[in-house]
């Protein structure tokens, strides 16, 4: 009977300690958790450990750790472990990969052009004009270009790093957006300019790497004012970018700072919620990633509000505004794939994606299909259907998975509904980027697709091996239906 009662008192006490050490380690957890999304929140949306891989978060989090101390955010030593631990112990050793799509689009090849220029081995802007069967190709040292047949026509030597190209059929001019400087710690080299009548003239300087630009009269006077996307710059990186507005209608440069979170990518110009005043919509990536609508309310005052938030991780890149449910209201697609900062493994979340407007202005996200890398969206009627597809381009595709992933053609065959088509022919140069026209007007999708000899990600050998014995730096082909 002793025995029995001794027994009895060891499974008990068993019991206990077990139960004891599994609250222990849930409180710890729990602890940890709490304390990633403080520090984490203090600068972008929490993260949580399963996105990475063991060695990809070491990586990040001493990067975090430097990125922490220029924001101020105070941790001490013993936080950082307790991080330290939650983040690579709560990770595996590898990512689950997306799966192969197995799909082929075969379209009809057009010409492919090898040059030796200034432009090579690094095409920085390519931009179709349909109305004016024109294509215009920039290089890295602002020389602008355009080509015609398999020839290239120096037109004007612009800005370093030309990003974007907008043509004025009236006068036939065109603006030049320049960064200035790819360097993220050399400030302020970036400019808008303007060619007209075989002159250039700067419009306005001094910005800190700016992608992107939108032009639109807000206040009625009959010049447009000019909407400025500033990616910023790596250090001072809370405040060194952001959207601006620029009044240059009274011949001097008014400036109004729209926002100042850095990596401001994208404007759209559109009325977001019907008021009858037209609206600003903005992505934004560079840590705290997120689409945010500035609500016009006149005087060239906007009031901020977040549609939508996502983890850095997510690397937000492009997106369109459509009517995608045909309710009435806006909705979104939206592409991430950015996989160049600190976490280069390849992630199953990146892709394309459509978010619905719901009621509450908030936006939700309907559908996704993944695609490593996504950078760029191309809306066209590629089999002329009458209903609007979607090309994706892709920076860092998964080659050794999907042959094509460079570029993925998305047909529409219903709301919400697309089928995706690889392009394997993309493959024949390591792509930096692409354009969608019709510059012979004969209704067909013509894909030009610009390459460089830059290796920024890992390929596979044959095929590095093709790119780098003969270099292909532009190409075109037409998708045939």
């Given at each position: 009977m002793r025995i029995l009662r001794t027994s009895v008192l060891v499974v008990a006490l068993y019991t206990l300690l077990v139960?004891?050490?599994?609250?222990?380690?849930?409180?710890?957890?729990?602890?940890?958790?709490r304390l990633a999304k403080r520090i984490c929140s203090a600068c972008h949306l929490y993260t949580p450990p399963d996105l990475l891989d063991k060695t990809s978060w070491s990586t990040v989090l001493d990067a975090m750790r430097n990125e922490a101390h220029q924001a101020d955010v105070l941790i001490t030593k013993e936080e950082w472990s307790q991080l330290y631990d939650f983040y690579v112990n709560g990770s595996d050793l590898f990512l689950p990969p997306q799966s192969p799509r197995n799909l082929e689009f075969a379209p009809r090849r057009l010409d492919t052009t090898t040059f030796q220029s200034e432009l090579a081995p690094f095409i920085f802007l390519m931009d179709c004009q349909n109305k004016d069967s024109a294509f215009y190709i920039g290089g890295r040292n602002g020389q602008i270009s355009t080509y015609e047949g398999s020839v290239l026509q120096p037109l004007v030597q612009a800005g370093n790093f030309p990003v974007q190209l907008k043509t004025d059929k009236k006068d036939d001019s065109f603006e030049i957006l320049s960064m200035g400087t790819f360097n993220p710690l050399i400030p302020e080299f970036g400019s808008l300019q303007l060619f007209r009548e075989g002159q250039l003239m700067t419009l306005i300087d001094s910005l800190i790497r700016p992608v992107h630009f939108e032009k639109y009269d807000f206040n009625g006077d009959g010049t447009d004012e000019y909407i400025v996307s500033s990616f910023?710059?790596?250090?001072?990186?809370?405040?060194?970018?952001?959207?601006?507005?620029?009044?240059?209608?009274?011949?001097?440069?008014?400036?109004?700072?729209?926002?100042?979170?850095?990596?401001?990518?994208?404007?759209?110009?559109?009325?977001?919620n019907g008021d009858g005043l037209t609206d600003i919509v903005a992505l934004f990536a560079q840590g705290d990633e997120k689409i945010q609508w500035f609500e016009n309310k006149g005087d060239f005052n906007f009031e901020e509000h977040t549609?939508?938030?996502?983890?850095?991780?997510?690397?937000?890149?492009?997106?369109?505004?459509?009517?995608?449910?045909?309710?009435?209201?806006?909705?979104?697609?939206?592409?991430?794939?950015?996989?160049?900062?600190?976490?280069?493994?390849?992630?199953?979340?990146?892709?394309?994606?459509?978010?619905?407007?719901?009621?509450?202005?908030?936006?939700?996200e309907s559908l996704f299909i993944p695609i490593n890398g996504a950078a760029r969206i191309h809306p066209y009627d590629f089999n002329r259907d009458g209903a609007e597809d979607f090309l994706v381009s892709s920076l860092y595709p998964n080659l050794f998975l999907n042959k094509g992933e460079q570029l993925t053609l998305l047909l529409s065959s219903k709301p919400f509904q697309y089928e995706a088509f690889e392009i394997q022919e993309s493959a024949?140069?390591?792509?930096?980027?692409?354009?969608?026209?019709?510059?012979?007007?004969?209704?067909k999708a013509e894909i030009y697709v610009g390459g460089n000899e830059m290796l920024i990600r890992d390929h596979p050998d044959e095929l590095v091996k093709r790119w780098m014995s003969k270099p292909l730096p532009l190409y075109h082909y037409e998708i045939e239906y």
């Open positions: 139960s004891s050490c599994d609250h222990f380690i849930d409180s710890t957890a729990n602890k940890q958790e910023g710059m790596s250090i001072d990186s809370l405040h060194s970018g952001g959207l601006s507005l620029f009044d240059l209608s009274s011949g001097h440069t008014k400036r109004v700072q729209i926002s100042r979170n850095t990596g401001a990518l994208k404007s759209k110009i559109v009325d977001w549609l939508l938030r996502v983890h850095p991780l997510y690397g937000c890149n492009d997106f369109v505004i459509r009517d995608f449910d045909a309710d009435g209201d806006w909705d979104v697609a939206l592409v991430n794939g950015d996989n160049a900062d600190y976490s280069t493994i390849f992630k199953a979340y990146h892709g394309f994606r459509v978010f619905v407007n719901l009621e509450n202005g908030t936006l939700k024949l140069n390591n792509m930096a980027l692409c354009a969608v026209c019709d510059l012979d007007q004969n209704g």
